[in-house]
């Protein structure tokens, strides 16, 4: 079982981790690159480029929102809608792909729903999803639960089909069973896949929002963007935007964070 293990954990390349001057410089170049884009913003705000609004004029709005309780009230209500859907497609998602990349059987059962589904935008399911399941929350956390799941669920079943089958026969060679060949390589060769897939769910997750809270919402980020339409209130629609993404930026940070601790045997550029 040693020499399993220290199969498992085959010869990893070395790790390539960036060093402070490294971190330091591409901070820097994210600092200069927002300080660029609002400059660029500031000018076609300037020239009056069809109301667009201005970053103090957005920033004002911002502070409006957040002093009345409007702002912090849609993002917690959006906020719980995408992570509720998320996790419950990130959820489903994971062990699905394991059976279809793992098992022959699994896959020629599942993987023409999951390619049939994939073809479909989840925005194209809301009339179904509101005759079926009424107005309340569940239709808008469906929605955003198919859009996690189908991203997740194809990098899932990718990293166990690209799996080193080299791996795979030397532990057989060794006497592995095929669990102890499950967790101790198909799993850690396919997590890198699975925070991928993870990260592209949740993008999708927070791009099928908006649609989703279109489904008879009191409350949430996209709801009031889709209010100020009506009023061509184009400030607030700018601050839902930017609250949109930051909140997906913190989170796929976050996923990016636990990528880099769970796949830190990987060597990096």
């Known amino acids: 079982m040693t020499q399993l293990t220290a199969l498992g954990k ?88 394991f059976l279809m990349g793992w098992y022959a059987t699994a896959r ?13 935008p989840p925005l194209a399911i809301i009339p179904l999803a509101i005759v079926l399941m009424g107005i309340g929350e569940v239709p808008k956390v469906f929605v955003i639960f198919l859009a996690s799941f189908l991203s997740s669920v194809v990098a899932t079943f990718q990293g166990v089909v690209d799996v080193d089958r080299t791996l795979i026969n030397a532990a057989r060679v060794l006497g592995a069973s095929d669990r102890t060949i499950f967790l101790r390589v198909v799993v850690p060769a396919s997590t890198p896949f699975i925070l991928v897939g993870m990260r ?21 980020l996209g709801f009031r963007m889709q209010q100020a339409q009506l009023y061509y209130d184009l400030s607030t629609i700018f601050v839902g ?29």
């Open 10 to 97: 085959s010869s990893p390349a070395p790790v390539v981790r960036r060093g402070p001057k490294r971190s330091r410089r591409a901070v820097a170049l994210n600092l200069i690159a927002v300080v660029i884009g609002l400059a660029v913003w500031t000018l076609l705000a300037g020239v009056g480029v069809q109301g667009l609004p201005g970053p103090v004029e957005v920033a004002g709005k911002a502070a409006e929102l957040l002093s009345d309780g409007t702002l912090p009230l849609d993002a917690l209500a959006s906020l719980r809608r995408v992570l509720l859907g998320f996790l419950l497609g990130t959820l489903l998602a994971v062990p699905i792909g």
């Open 108 to 120: 020629g059962l599942l993987e023409p729903y999951v390619q049939f589904f994939r073809t479909i």
């Open 200 to 220: 592209v769910g949740l993008g999708s997750a927070w791009g099928t929002l908006v649609a989703a809270e279109l489904i008879a919402a009191q409350e949430g």
């Open 241 to 269: 935007l930017i609250a949109i993404g930051v909140l997906g930026l913190l989170m796929d940070r976050l996923l990016l964070l636990a990528e880099r601790r769970l796949t830190d045997w990987q060597e990096r550029r």
